[in-house]
């Protein structure tokens, strides 16, 4: 069959002896572009289904196993413990306990200041870092990922409370709604899970998250300022321009120089600490139990001077015991059950972008997988039981985990070493925080998110993608010039119009012929790569859809128009043949066809006739029931653009 891909033969197919040697008939040997076989529409929908949401095929250990070893694995694949349990010893225990006691070295200075970050009593910071690391070792599949509340999300869970409710002034329901959201942030992070739509969160762009934590770092930095400095009177705004206000506005009667000693001083402690830590992967430890040392001897220092009479401010009392239950105090009903919901899911969603991140990035370190699924279905199970008992938003926390994968942990059981010694800590050292200085945690805060601004990341952004360079920035200026949720409407409505952008304006390039070979690729990329006299030769790198499809075509008429000006203005051949490369169009809907058959239609005018190559099996089944195939004429669709050119215009093609 002859440059066809019509499955019924035609009068005047050659025979097989001419096929076998085409230069003796002056003949091209073509190949025929197959139309696949029907595909049963119930078959198709579940393909279709099944990729989209069961792409790792998650029931395949399943197969050919018995009822009781599926039962086992049932019960694995919701608590991982049971897996990895079996087979823990003492040198994992050695180096889980190692891990758990410098992480919480580090997260019990961290809660008591990201709790005040949140709006919230300190105490709820350490409740939030006992209860969900116990929940999460149990049902999560990471090794490497500390659990705890984190600088961003308590900043953005304070921030979207205070729009709401004022702390000052009604305490009880700033609380009851901090809870609320926490439950909410629970049950969209298990609902994400469970139906498997954790693709959500991919939209959100790995260059808007780079500029939103940035900009959310600096806002943090700066809201510690009042701390930092002793500010009493302090804007309850987040912009860099309101925070700077107050400071400057502050500065000559606000300032106590007692806590700008305290805090600068021991800031520089920290930072020295980070250095020798990064220099030496060995002395890992030294800044992990820099924050707790820096409690201990700031509040050491405070309570032998009373520093706290000369305007020093102090955490004051912190009370003792365990998580109470809180299970009453959730909104269930009411407009503060709908403002719950609200940010709960945003709060809920940040909180499962910053921990899916570094559980996979951890995760690809020491060469093993991770469910996303399952880890948002453990990720929202410790929120749901931590809003139950008096915690708010935990998550993975980048900070920790990093000094909890180079403390060399094994499992999960780090988080449960952690949890112990918060547990220990709430049961009997909670009175000894109360000479703790707030400009001890404002510094240990300002440490914490420092590298959160990855400036690195950002010029590589840059240097990639000038579009996700924009997206970065929107996010970072809209944090810190506006706030952090306007910063983070910008995040995501930069991604979506880059989606957008890309589906509307797909890339098309002009094909060119590699000297001596038979190959065609870009004329800008490969500038030695030569054009076909009498022949323009186009890819589409995109499906084409609705959303496209005027574009396709109307982009498609100008590069013709272009060229048929150019070959006027040298006297070359006429253009007669229009060849599309459609090899990257993974698929056309019922609107590109008829921008398909626009095209024809309009080059038929123009004398030229119109030739695919390589049309894919979802394009050509739909170009053969559309009709559109018969119309063309299915001579002229072939297997590639070398045997296209070949049989549309031999002879200009072997001057080429």
């Avoid at 709401?164 to 709604?177: Q, V």
């Avoid at 700008?260 to 430890?285: D, E, P, Q, Y």
């Avoid at 306007?486 to 957008?500: M, Q």
Wanted: with cysteine; glycine share 6%.
């Amino acid at each position: 069959m002859t440059g066809r891909a019509h499955p019924m033969d035609r009068e005047g197919e050659l025979s097989p002896a001419d096929m076998s040697s085409p230069r003796q008939t002056n003949t091209p040997f073509v190949h025929k572009v197959e139309v696949p076989p029907k595909q049963n529409l119930f078959n198709e929908f579940m393909y279709t289904f099944k990729e989209t949401f069961f792409h790792d095929d998650p029931l395949r250990h399943f197969k050919d196993q018995s009822l009781s070893k599926k039962l086992m694995l049932g019960l694995q694949s919701v608590f991982p413990v049971f897996e990895w349990g079996r087979n823990y010893n003492l040198k994992m225990f050695r180096g889980d306990l190692i891990a758990g006691l410098t992480i919480a070295s580090l997260c019990i200075p961290q809660d008591i200041g990201y709790a005040k970050l949140a709006g919230l009593n300190p105490k709820y910071g350490l409740y939030s870092s006992f209860v969900p690391p116990l929940v999460y070792a149990f049902m999560g599949s990471s090794r490497d990922i500390a659990i705890g509340p984190v600088a961003v999300v308590s900043l953005l869970l304070g921030t979207l409370l205070r729009a709401e409710i004022d702390p000052t002034t009604h305490p009880n329901e700033y609380l009851r709604l901090a809870f609320t959201a926490t439950f909410f942030a629970g049950v969209t992070q298990v609902t994400l899970g469970f139906f498997r739509l954790g693709f959500l969160i991919d939209f959100l762009s790995h260059a808007a998250v780079v500029g939103f934590m940035a900009g959310a770092a600096i806002t943090i930095a700066l809201q510690q300022l009042k701390g930092f400095l002793g500010i009493k009177k302090f804007t309850e705004k987040t912009s860099i321009v309101s925070v700077l206000q107050s400071v400057f506005s502050s500065a000559h009667h606000g300032w106590n120089w007692q806590t700008i000693l305290i805090s600068s001083s021991f800031l520089i402690f920290l930072l020295v600490c980070k250095f020798v830590g990064k220099k030496n992967k060995k002395l890992f430890w030294i800044p992990a139990v820099a924050p707790l040392l820096s409690v201990i001897i700031s509040t050491f220092f405070v309570y032998i001077t009373r520093a706290d009479k000369k305007g020093v401010k102090i955490v004051n009392h912190l009370d003792k015991g365990i998580n109470p239950s809180s299970l009453r105090l959730i909104y269930f009903s009411g407009d503060y059950q709908v403002k719950g919901i609200r940010i709960g899911v945003v709060s809920g969603m940040i909180a499962l972008t910053e921990a899916v991140a570094i559980g996979r990035s951890f995760a690809a370190k020491k060469d093993y997988q991770i469910d996303g699924n399952k880890e948002m279905v453990a990720l929202g199970a410790m929120n749901v039981i931590g809003s139950m008992t008096s915690c708010y938003v935990a998550t993975g926390s980048f900070s920790r985990s990093a000094v909890n994968f180079v403390a060399g942990c094994q499992t999960a059981v780090s988080n449960i070493i952690m949890s112990m010694v918060v547990l220990l800590t709430l049961l009997f050292l909670t009175p000894l925080f109360k000479y703790t200085p707030n400009a001890i945690l404002a510094a240990i805060i300002i440490n914490a998110v420092i590298p959160l601004v990855d400036v690195n990341a950002t010029v590589l952004i840059f240097k990639i993608d000038k579009l996700d360079f924009v997206a970065c920035m929107g996010a970072f200026f809209g944090v810190i010039f506006a706030s952090v949720e306007i910063g983070l409407l910008i995040a995501v409505g930069i991604s979506f119009a880059k989606i957008l952008l890309q589906v509307t304006r797909p890339r098309t390039a002009i094909l060119g012929k590699i000297p001596r070979t038979s190959v065609y690729r870009n004329i800008h990329q490969y500038p030695e790569a030569t054009r076909v006299p009498g022949a323009m030769i186009i890819r589409v790198d995109s499906a084409i859809y609705f959303s496209n499809s005027n574009y396709v075509r109307e982009r498609i008429q100008r590069w013709l128009t272009d060229e048929e000006e150019k070959v006027k203005a040298v006297s070359l051949p006429n253009i007669q043949f229009l060849i599309i490369e459609m090899s990257p169009v993974t698929d056309i809907d019922t609107s590109g066809i008829h921008a398909l058959e626009d095209l024809y239609k309009s080059l038929q005018k123009r004398d030229i006739q119109l030739v695919l190559a390589n049309p894919g099996p979802l394009v050509i089944d739909k170009l053969h029931v559309s009709n559109f195939a018969d119309m063309l004429g299915y001579d002229k669709i072939f297997l590639t653009v070398a045997e296209a050119v070949d049989s549309c215009c031999p002879k200009l093609s072997d001057e080429v």
